[in-house]
């Protein structure tokens, strides 16, 4: 168990001296474990769920790397220590970094700007200020941590600052980021005051990694628009002028090109995924299968039962599917007889009053739609404001005729690729959001619009009626796709690209020169992504 004495507060280096000991070390906002308290009041740790942990552990433990990340708690001075066999290195946040660089610019700035402004983002210098300072010193711990030649790689979007500081600290690094969210296209992205300082941070890293192509696409016009630097289709030559880089940087140093010396960048897109052979493995359970028995029973064994799980975000579009669901009720087209949605809604932020009031909106419509339509006997929608383990989510998946994705905008939305995995039976439809990055993977879900209230309608009624045949060949081609692209191949592809040598990043050249027409081209479609956005 960790230690709970205090560090001092002027300095977030370890106790023990542990520079330069780790060959591999992850940086992301949070650790992957969540503290936890006996009855006794002692505090301990235990792994956090999830498809990160899951693909970066066997790489963690083969490499004897290190995590570093926040606890989740403020002001927790918690030592360096071990859990599970990785190496965990916490960095400590005031509550006031928390309210500025993770409420604020993180959660109220970039993640709607991030997200084509669905909801307005914020801009505070203060926000900004803290900022930079937190992403300094995660900076920091990882180059006091890293072994020499070392591979960092650093995770989403709090850290964006994060890769050039470290570059500029040790060249001899190599350094990869992946965003886990979408990037906007610039029409949106140049709102942002700090657009420059963001851009160049994220070039401090080798490979920049994206879930969707038209992502990295985003990102790269972006780094020609702000910077000029040149492009050769998924490679950014960005010039090199430190002295410390050209002499310490090994295979990422290019060749001169217009009498520059350049370090290739690459911005792709790896969609990321899950470990589908495990949510598999639960639902085959005999214990599983029967809780999704007993809870169709509970839910008065209606003949459809519909299925939303989402974070309680104003991204996934859960207004956009209840409006859908109650107006089939009131058209008479779905009974509640029949129909019956269960909503799970966990809870997100629930300090940032933007997420109160659309907490307070998402419950007034459910209440509504329940107080209209419901029965004594059964219940329009089961609306459940709770985070669940992960048995109880697939059991929910298998008791699913339909599972509702709707999101506005997602980076990529994993529960859609959790239902698919779970669904070994070959059954159930898939309703998918085409703005989710898991339409691009996955093809033969019934992909809708959420604006278009009329086309979801109309999907809710197809899945509805569709044939069993036809749902176990839409779902086999999907189950395909989700086994042979699960997150361990997400995570080593990544890192494949990430050691590759520069010569082997060689592309045919494409001139970065933009025309005229095509400049004009690239401004209209920036105009509509932000008129869409609107």
């Known amino acids: 168990m960790p230690s709970s004495d205090s560090q001092s507060a002027s300095s977030d280096t370890p106790a023990a001296p542990i520079g330069g000991e780790f060959p591999f070390v992850v940086v992301s906002n949070r650790l992957p474990v969540d503290r936890i308290t006996d009855d006794d009041g002692n505090p301990s740790f235990r792994t956090s769920p999830g498809g990160l942990v899951t693909a970066l552990e066997p790489v963690m433990r083969e490499a004897d790397g290190a995590w570093i990340g926040w606890t989740g708690s403020a002001d927790d001075h918690v030592d360096p220590f071990e859990n599970d066999g990785i190496h965990l290195i916490p960095v400590a946040l005031s509550a006031e970094e928390i309210e500025l660089y993770y409420e604020g610019f993180s959660n109220d700035t970039l993640w709607p700007l991030y997200h084509d402004v669905i909801a307005p983002p914020a801009y505070h210098r203060e926000w900004w200020d803290s900022y930079v300072i937190v992403n300094q010193r995660f900076a920091d711990r990882a180059a006091a941590v890293s072994a020499e030649g070392g591979t960092v790689w650093v995770q989403d979007y709090q850290l964006q600052l994060v890769p050039r500081m470290l570059r500029e600290q040790r060249p001899d690094l190599t350094i990869g980021f992946f965003n ?13 005051p700090w657009r420059r300082q963001i851009i160049e941070g994220l070039l401090g890293a080798d490979v920049i990694g994206f879930q969707r192509t038209a992502d990295a696409g985003n990102f790269t016009r972006a780094v020609r628009r702000l910077t000029g630097f040149q492009t050769r ?26 009498d520059k010396l350049v370090r290739a960048v690459v911005a792709k897109a790896f969609p990321i995924s899950i470990d589908a052979a495990s949510y598999e493995e639960l639902a085959r359970r005999p214990d599983i299968q029967e809780r999704a028995r007993q809870i169709r029973e509970d839910l008065g064994n209606p003949a459809v039962v519909m299925l939303g799980v989402d974070r309680l975000d104003y991204t996934k579009g859960i207004g956009h599917r209840l409006k859908a669901f109650g107006e089939l009720l009131a058209d008479g087209a779905l009974k509640v007889e029949d129909v019956t949605l269960v909503q799970v809604a966990s809870p997100s932020r629930e300090r940032v009053r933007t997420y109160q009031i659309l907490r307070d909106e998402i419950e007034l419509t459910v209440g509504r739609i329940n107080g209209d339509y419901s029965t004594i006997s059964h219940t329009a929608i089961s609306y459940l404001h709770h985070g669940y383990p992960r048995e109880e989510m697939v059991a929910l998946y298998l008791a699913a005729d339909i599972m509702l994705v709707t999101a506005l905008r997602d980076g990529m939305n994993l529960v859609a690729k959790e239902y698919v995995a779970s669904r070994f039976d070959n059954d159930g439809v898939l309703v998918l959001s085409e703005f989710a990055g898991a339409s691009d993977e996955l093809r033969t879900a019934l992909r809708v619009n959420p604006h278009d209230i009329e086309g979801l309608k109309e999907a809710i009624l197809q899945a509805q009626a569709m044939p069993r045949s036809e749902r176990a060949r839409r779902m086999r081609a999907m189950r395909k796709r989700v086994q042979e692209n699960d997150v361990a191949r997400w995570s080593s592809t990544f890192l494949a690209t990430l050691a590759t040598p520069s010569d082997d990043l060689a592309l045919p050249r494409v001139s970065s020169r933009v025309t005229r027409s095509e400049a004009r081209a690239e401004e209209r479609a920036e105009a509509r992504a932000v008129e869409e956005a609107r």
Do not use: M, N
């Not at 950014?236 to 430190?242: E, F, H, R």
């Open 233 to 258: 289709g998924t490679v950014i030559d960005v010039p090199v002028t430190a002295e410390a880089e050209v002499a310490s940087a090994k295979h990422r140093i290019a060749t001169v090109r217009d």
């Open 180 to 192: 886990h969210i979408p990037f906007p296209a610039y029409g949106i992205f140049s709102q942002l």
